[in-house]
């Protein structure tokens, strides 16, 4: 299984990214795929997930929530992740992580998830 993830960058406060993780070696749609940050010196945060096997629950971070969008496209085996409205709060590496059995009530962290990114830089400048 490997997890690509790209799109990451630069951009001032108020801007826009996406980003996206292209999935290989894996039956894609049956896994659970989800999005986590990690600032400097701070511990790795849940931002959303989206469920897999088409029941399409998906769950978003309160501080993320009504400006970034998580989906998915089952064809192309890749899950996104549109953000909007940037702060610079939102500054971290950027991860995808997926796994085929993920309890819908832990669906936010990270011990939940066998397989990872190697991570994408956002940088939110002020």
């Given at each position: 299984v490997q997890?690509?993830?790209?799109?990451?960058?630069?951009?001032?406060?108020?801007?826009s990214?996406?980003?996206?993780?292209?999935a290989?070696g894996?039956?894609f749609s049956r896994y659970?795929?989800?999005?986590f940050?990690?600032a400097?010196?701070?511990?790795r945060?849940?931002?959303a997930?989206?469920?897999g096997?088409?029941?399409?629950?998906?769950?978003?971070a309160?501080?993320?929530?009504?400006?970034?969008t998580i989906?998915?496209?089952n064809?192309?085996?890749s899950?996104?992740?549109?953000?909007d409205?940037?702060?610079?709060e939102?500054?971290?590496?950027y991860?995808?992580?997926?796994?085929?059995?993920?309890i819908v009530?832990?669906?936010a962290?990270p011990?939940?998830?066998?397989y990872?990114?190697q991570?994408?830089q956002?940088?939110?400048?002020s």
């Amino acid at each position: 299984v490997q997890l690509q993830a790209c799109g990451g960058g630069l951009v001032q406060a108020g801007g826009s990214l996406r980003l996206t993780c292209a999935a290989s070696g894996l039956a894609f749609s049956r896994y659970t795929m989800a999005w986590f940050r990690q600032a400097p010196e701070k511990e790795r945060e849940f931002v959303a997930v989206i469920s897999g096997l088409g029941r399409s629950t998906i769950k978003y971070a309160d501080s993320v929530k009504g400006r970034f969008t998580i989906s998915r496209d089952n064809a192309k085996n890749s899950v996104s992740l549109q953000m909007d409205s940037l702060k610079p709060e939102d500054t971290a590496v950027y991860f995808c992580a997926g796994d085929r059995n993920v309890i819908v009530s832990a669906m936010a962290m990270p011990n939940q998830y066998d397989y990872w990114g190697q991570g994408t830089q956002v940088t939110v400048s002020s």
